[in-house]
């Protein structure tokens, strides 16, 4: 049985910058189901990497204390040999592939820890088919939902076999259904192999029969202690959102039909305009084609039907053109980032805005107040935390100001109040821009004040949620 221990551990990004994390003393049970919360930026990513060895490795300075793993110091234990021990899987499951298919990479990561060929013959099979992986195994990894990128990456971390599996906000872009099949997988990893499980989440859904130990970061004085389960019962029923959308909008389609590779179909033949002012959801379960047809608005991927704005057929309008009309604000915030830190973006965003009116240097101001990014301005982008980078990702695509927004899982890795924050600061903007926005999110709670209307892709179809008929 492998034993972690943090011990009086304290961590800052940089010797000039206060501690993120103090004085932390947390040996985690052996076999137990450990749950870590904390508003975004708290510090809970920070102490995962620190724990797998990440850090200070790739970035910060140990400020006090120190991480053991089997009463060794962390750090000098060689990657491969920390791998066998401790297992962790990232927010962003892009940053943890090097192969182009889901099979490849499970191969190169078991090849890594050093195991035979005749273990990776066996195991990489039964992986698969343990997170119904199997049919996408060969697939491009570049083509898949993020949902299905996050089972993946799952699936890598499960195949290594390590006694210590960390997981940080692993459910982010994961749709409800699959969202509790893989918590079960953990329980049963638990239960039957003994492994210890420390996930770190905002959503507190799915725990209650789950966890042994819960554990929360204070922002404020980035000290960690134990909570109460009771933390994680009684919690809100999430329930569809029944409005409707208003008849007229800027963008419409008309018999989109999406199709991936030479016969899968994703949509068939839908018509639908977005309203203008007004917050749609778009639900669905991963790898249904919800990002595709974000990709598709956005004249990225081919389709048939006809894409129109103001009622003319948008087909033959230059991709620089459109990208002045529509924006699609990607799953991966870091993927959105063009500079270097954060008041960079902003000036950037607010250089090329298209609603300067609105965004005047004051909203701006009071906008990244209210997010508490205004203490960030010149930390690098992608030394933020998950949540932080989301946040930023946002604002900077609101205060671009394109008619149409298209955002795909803007709230995941937010924390409760993160959500309202983000949620009041699109409400207000389209008030006054009157900017149409379409959002996937199985992030669902929190959101009843400000969802207009949802739509549901389902068997090839949109049906918009209190009609009985397809769009």
């Given at each position: 049985?492998?034993?972690?221990?943090?011990?009086?551990?304290?961590?800052?990004?940089?010797?000039?910058?206060?501690?993120?994390?103090?004085?932390?003393?947390?040996?985690?049970?052996?076999?137990?189901?450990?749950?870590?919360?904390?508003?975004?930026?708290?510090?809970?990513?920070?102490?995962?990497?620190?724990?797998?060895?990440?850090?200070?490795?790739?970035?910060?300075?140990?400020?006090?204390?120190?991480?053991?793993?089997?009463?060794?110091?962390?750090?000098?234990?060689?990657?491969?040999?920390?791998?066998?021990?401790?297992?962790?899987?990232?927010?962003?499951?892009?940053?943890?592939?090097?192969?182009?298919?889901?099979?490849?990479?499970?191969?190169?990561?078991?090849?890594?820890?050093?195991?035979?060929?005749?273990?990776?013959?066996?195991?990489?099979?039964?992986?698969?088919?343990?997170?119904?992986?199997?049919?996408?195994?060969?697939?491009?990894?570049?083509?898949?939902?993020?949902?299905?990128?996050?089972?993946?990456?799952?699936?890598?971390?499960?195949?290594?076999?390590?006694?210590?599996?960390?997981?940080?906000?692993?459910?982010?872009?994961?749709?409800?259904?699959?969202?509790?099949?893989?918590?079960?997988?953990?329980?049963?990893?638990?239960?039957?192999?003994?492994?210890?499980?420390?996930?770190?989440?905002?959503?507190?859904?799915?725990?209650?029969?789950?966890?042994?130990?819960?554990?929360?970061?204070?922002?404020?004085?980035?000290?960690?202690?134990?909570?109460?389960?009771?933390?994680?019962?009684?919690?809100?029923?999430?329930?569809?959102?029944?409005?409707?959308?208003?008849?007229?909008?800027?963008?419409?389609?008309?018999?989109?039909?999406?199709?991936?590779?030479?016969?899968?179909?994703?949509?068939?033949?839908?018509?639908?305009?977005?309203?203008?002012?007004?917050?749609?959801?778009?639900?669905?379960?991963?790898?249904?084609?919800?990002?595709?047809?974000?990709?598709?608005?956005?004249?990225?991927?081919?389709?048939?039907?006809?894409?129109?704005?103001d009622g003319q057929n948008t087909r033959k309008i230059k991709l620089k053109n459109?990208?002045?009309?529509?924006?699609?604000?990607?799953?991966?915030?870091?993927?959105?980032?063009?500079?270097?830190?954060?008041?960079?973006?902003?000036?950037?965003?607010?250089?090329?805005?298209?609603?300067?009116?609105?965004?005047?240097?004051?909203?701006?101001?009071?906008?990244?107040?209210?997010?508490?990014?205004?203490?960030?301005?010149?930390?690098?982008?992608?030394?933020?935390?998950?949540?932080?980078?989301?946040?930023?990702?946002?604002?900077?695509?609101?205060?671009?100001?394109?008619?149409?927004?298209?955002?795909?899982?803007?709230?995941?890795?937010?924390?409760?109040?993160?959500?309202?924050?983000?949620?009041?600061?699109?409400?207000?903007?389209?008030?006054?821009?009157?900017?149409s926005i379409l959002m996937i999110s199985h992030q669902r709670n929190g959101l009843?004040?400000?969802?207009?209307?949802?739509?549901?892709?389902?068997?090839?179809?949109?049906?918009?949620?209190?009609?009985?008929?397809?769009?």
């Amino acid at each position: 049985m492998t034993n972690l221990k943090v011990e009086n551990f304290s961590f800052a990004y940089a010797d000039n910058q206060p501690n993120v994390l103090n004085q932390i003393n947390w040996p985690p049970q052996p076999g137990s189901f450990n749950l870590l919360i904390g508003p975004s930026g708290s510090g809970k990513s920070t102490l995962l990497k620190s724990m797998a060895g990440l850090l200070p490795k790739f970035g910060g300075v140990v400020t006090g204390g120190q991480i053991l793993l089997n009463n060794e110091a962390i750090q000098p234990i060689v990657p491969f040999e920390r791998a066998q021990r401790i297992a962790m899987l990232f927010q962003n499951p892009d940053r943890q592939f090097a192969m182009r298919t889901a099979r490849s990479q499970l191969i190169f990561a078991l090849e890594n820890i050093q195991l035979s060929l005749d273990i990776i013959k066996q195991r990489v099979p039964l992986v698969l088919e343990a997170l119904n992986l199997t049919d996408i195994a060969d697939q491009e990894l570049l083509t898949l939902s993020g949902g299905e990128k996050q089972r993946v990456a799952l699936a890598v971390v499960l195949a290594m076999d390590s006694d210590i599996i960390l997981l940080d906000e692993p459910f982010a872009s994961v749709d409800p259904t699959a969202r509790l099949a893989l918590l079960a997988d953990l329980k049963k990893l638990q239960i039957e192999q003994h492994k210890t499980i420390i996930i770190s989440d905002h959503d507190l859904s799915g725990y209650e029969t789950l966890v042994d130990y819960l554990y929360a970061i204070d922002t404020t004085t980035g000290t960690m202690s134990q909570q109460p389960l009771t933390k994680l019962g009684n919690l809100p029923v999430i329930t569809p959102f029944y409005g409707l959308p208003r008849p007229t909008g800027h963008l419409s389609f008309n018999q989109l039909t999406l199709t991936v590779g030479q016969q899968r179909i994703l949509l068939a033949e839908s018509s639908f305009t977005l309203p203008n002012a007004q917050i749609g959801l778009l639900s669905g379960a991963n790898g249904i084609g919800k990002s595709t047809l974000f990709k598709a608005l956005g004249h990225q991927i081919k389709y048939t039907g006809q894409i129109n704005w103001d009622g003319q057929n948008t087909r033959k309008i230059k991709l620089k053109n459109w990208a002045k009309q529509v924006a699609l604000i990607f799953q991966s915030a870091t993927d959105q980032f063009v500079k270097m830190t954060l008041q960079e973006e902003i000036n950037l965003s607010k250089l090329h805005s298209l609603t300067g009116a609105y965004w005047t240097s004051e909203r701006i101001q009071a906008a990244l107040t209210t997010l508490h990014l205004d203490h960030l301005l010149d930390h690098v982008v992608y030394q933020l935390s998950g949540g932080q980078q989301k946040k930023l990702q946002v604002l900077s695509m609101l205060i671009m100001g394109q008619p149409v927004l298209l955002l795909d899982e803007p709230l995941a890795g937010l924390d409760s109040d993160s959500v309202q924050a983000v949620m009041q600061l699109i409400s207000d903007s389209i008030q006054s821009t009157h900017q149409s926005i379409l959002m996937i999110s199985h992030q669902r709670n929190g959101l009843a004040k400000f969802i207009d209307y949802e739509l549901v892709l389902k068997d090839q179809s949109l049906t918009l949620i209190g009609e009985a008929n397809n769009v």
